[in-house]
Nanobody, 124 residues
Framework: QVQLVESGGGLVQPGGSLRLSCTASGFTLAYYGIGWFRQAPGKERERVSCISGRDTSTYYADSVKGRFSISRDNAKNTVYLQMNGLKPEDTAVYYC?????????????????WGQGTQVTVSS
């Protein structure tokens, strides 16, 4: 059974950091493109970052470049999203998702399995 579980969200002050984890079961993360998405109230779900399954190429939305970093630990079957310099506009529910391919995509519909999400709130 394919399952993705996110953790690491919380409340943080502007300028602070959080590290989100996405742990997979039922499949091997290393063979798939894994994306991090976020959705704020009243907004569409957007891709924040993605790491490909073959060559570990990484991709970032312009809004998070230089602040967020995605990585993968194959031994733990886990993908991380390190978020630094957090801003109030980063507040959202963050989801990880699997694409049934080694490559990445910005299309939400290209991903077939999703975690339950973890809330990130950036506020003073």
């Amino acid at each position: 059974q394919v399952q993705l579980v996110e953790s690491g969200g919380g409340l943080v002050q502007p300028g602070g950091s959080l590290r989100l984890s996405c742990t997979a079961s039922g499949f091997t993360l290393a063979y798939y493109g894994i994306g991090w998405f976020r959705q704020a109230p009243g907004k569409e779900r957007e891709r924040v970052s993605c790491i490909s399954g073959r060559d570990t190429s990484t991709y970032y939305a312009d809004s998070v470049k230089g602040r967020f970093s995605i990585s993968r630990d194959n031994a733990k079957n886990t993908v991380y999203l390190q978020m630094n310099g957090l801003k109030p506009e980063d507040t959202a529910v963050y989801y990880c998702a699997r694409r049934p391919s080694y490559s990445c995509s910005t299309n939400v519909r290209a991903f077939d399995s999703w975690g339950q999400g973890t809330q990130v709130t950036v506020s003073s």
